[in-house]
């Protein structure tokens, strides 16, 4: 059986009208951090002083949806990976700090057609594996997954 509950408003946003908020938001696990399409990060917590906080930038996006993922593990070397959708590299943070850590390219699969990659995509999965998904090809007419195996 599943339960669910729709969440009502327990206070008012401290920084209404002063930022924009996007249309995507992502959580990380331990739920202390809210992360916005528009690479602005906020906290997260039960305590309306110090919820909804800006707490810097990650990623910053051009608006045309982004796309973040995080490690389950909070003890994992590059806990959050992000995609920006004007670039073909993938950037991993740190955490809790989201320092930038390392860029790596997307996975292309070996087809000469696969060209012009457009990253759609990242997971991490429990095999300590990040998966891909993205298109390539002049018109986006390739769909490929990948993975990055980290040592």
């Not at 003890?75 to 860029?103: C, E």
């Not at 292309?108 to 095999?127: E, I």
Request: glycine share 10%; aromatic share 18%; hydrophobic share 30%.
């Amino acid at each position: 059986m599943v339960n669910s509950t729709c969440v009502g408003r327990l206070w008012e946003n401290p920084n209404f009208g002063d930022y924009y908020y996007g249309r995507h938001w992502w959580f990380s696990y331990d739920g202390s951090r809210a992360f916005l399409d528009n690479g602005m990060t906020l906290t997260a917590s039960d305590d309306q002083k110090t919820d909804m906080e800006v707490h810097g930038y990650f990623n910053a996006s051009t608006g045309n949806n982004p796309h973040i993922w995080f490690s389950q593990a909070s003890n994992d070397q590059y806990y959050v990976a992000g995609l920006k959708p004007d670039t073909s590299d993938i950037t991993l943070y740190t955490w809790p700090y989201l320092m930038p850590t390392q860029t790596l390219p997307f996975p292309v699969p070996d087809d000469p057609k696969a060209t012009n990659p457009q990253p759609l995509q990242v997971h991490y999965a429990n095999d300590g594996r990040l998966y891909t998904v993205g298109k390539y090809g002049q018109g986006g007419d390739i769909w490929g997954l990948g993975y990055i195996e980290f040592n």
